[in-house]
């Protein structure tokens, strides 16, 4: 499988390469008087993943096909990313996410550009 995801076409959509991965772990932190403090991670999956995406001055009809896709996902619906990930088999790793936030740029005559938000949830 190639790096990003297919929309409803089954059209392989992949990123620009400077795609941003944001990895934040959720802790549950408590602070004695004395300077001390104790950690524990917060639940089963206590890793929150963020990935900022951009399709740069692509086709019109492409971009538009993008945002069909991301509107039809309406941030609801999971749909699966695949990134790079050289500790997996095959050097890839999918993973499912969902997008509530997107934009669509007019860049100029029929070329457009879209960034999205792609964040990480865990379900089958």
Same mark, same amino acid.
């Given at each position: 499988? *190639? !790096?990003?995801?297919?929309? %409803?076409?089954? @059209?392989q959509?992949? $990123?620009?390469?400077?795609? /941003?991965?944001?990895? =934040?772990? /959720?802790?549950?932190? !408590?602070?004695?008087?004395?300077?001390? =403090?104790?950690r !524990?991670? &917060?639940?089963?999956?206590? !890793?929150?993943?963020?990935?900022? @995406?951009?399709?740069?001055?692509?086709?019109? *009809?492409?971009?538009?096909?993008?945002? *069909?896709? %991301?509107?039809?996902?309406?941030?609801?619906?999971?749909?699966?990313?695949?990134? $790079?990930?050289t500790?997996?088999?095959?050097? &890839?790793?999918?993973?499912?996410? @969902? +997008? =509530?936030?997107?934009?669509?740029?007019? @860049?100029?005559?029929?070329?457009?550009? +879209? /960034?999205?938000?792609?964040?990480?949830?865990? &379900?089958?």
């Amino acid at each position: 499988m *190639a !790096i990003g995801f297919q929309d %409803l076409g089954s @059209v392989q959509r992949t $990123p620009d390469k400077n795609f /941003t991965k944001k990895v =934040e772990p /959720t802790v549950l932190k !408590i602070q004695f008087g004395d300077g001390y =403090e104790q950690r !524990i991670a &917060e639940g089963i999956n206590s !890793i929150k993943e963020t990935y900022t @995406v951009g399709f740069t001055n692509r086709p019109k *009809a492409e971009i538009d096909d993008i945002v *069909a896709f %991301l509107d039809n996902k309406k941030g609801t619906t999971a749909f699966s990313y695949t990134i $790079p990930d050289t500790n997996q088999g095959g050097g &890839e790793r999918t993973v499912k996410v @969902v +997008c =509530e936030d997107y934009s669509q740029n007019y @860049v100029y005559d029929d070329f457009y550009s +879209c /960034t999205a938000t792609f964040r990480r949830v865990y &379900e089958p």
